[in-house]
């Protein structure tokens, strides 16, 4: 499983992204946010599918 600290330690790259991506400034920490969240659920969402 992926710890969720380790997606954390990606925010820096995800944020460049957002930042290439266009999406404004003011915006970033918001859809950062929701990137890091999402992606811990499909994590543990994955994880309980394979349990299952």
Do not use: F, K, Y
């Not at 990606?10 to 946010?33: H, N, T």
């Not at 890091?36 to 299952?52: M, N, P, S, Y």
């Amino acid at each position: 499983m992926i710890e969720p600290e380790a997606i954390l330690a990606e925010s820096g790259l995800i944020r460049a992204m957002l930042a290439r991506c266009g999406v404004p400034a003011r915006d970033r920490a918001d859809v950062l946010q929701e990137c890091l969240i999402g992606a811990v659920v499909a994590v543990r969402e994955g994880v309980d599918a394979q349990a299952g």
